[in-house]
């Protein structure tokens, strides 16, 4: 993925460098449906059906919320991942997703 090609907001994009120098460039996939420009949705290539959905709308500067999503709506956590630092989500996206 080239990051710097896809329409998102700077933090947005410095998440998806950090993320593709700790995981790999062909590791995770970008959901294309989401198509707001302080949002993204992540999840593995091996498991469409648990992403993150990362946006910085919101939150104070330099600061990212998530949301988790599973293959059972009624497990989502949502609303709950507010203004976190970069480091935290990242933290959380390799518990969610690579645990």
């Known amino acids: 993925m080239n ?7 700077i933090p947005l994009k410095l998440l998806l ?3 593709v120098h700790h995981y790999g460039e062909n590791t995770l996939a970008l959901n294309t449906r989401e198509q707001h420009h302080q949002a ?3 999840c593995t290539l091996n498991d469409p ?3 993150a959905y990362i946006y910085t709308f919101g939150q104070n500067a330099g600061r990212y ?4 999503r599973y293959p059972i709506s009624a497990h989502n ?6 203004n976190q630092t ?9 518990t969610h997703l690579f645990s």
Do not use: H, R, T, Y
């Not at 956590?77 to 507010?82: A, H, K, P, Q, R």
């Not at 970069?86 to 390799?94: P, R, T």
């Open 17 to 19: 460098l950090e993320l």
């Open 86 to 94: 970069l480091d935290q989500i990242i933290e959380i996206i390799s």
């Open 77 to 82: 956590i949502v609303g709950e991942n507010e």
């Open 65 to 68: 919320g998530i949301d988790l």
């Open 40 to 42: 993204i949705d992540l």
């Open 49 to 51: 059906s648990l992403s």
């Open 3 to 9: 990051v710097w090609a896809i329409q998102k907001d």
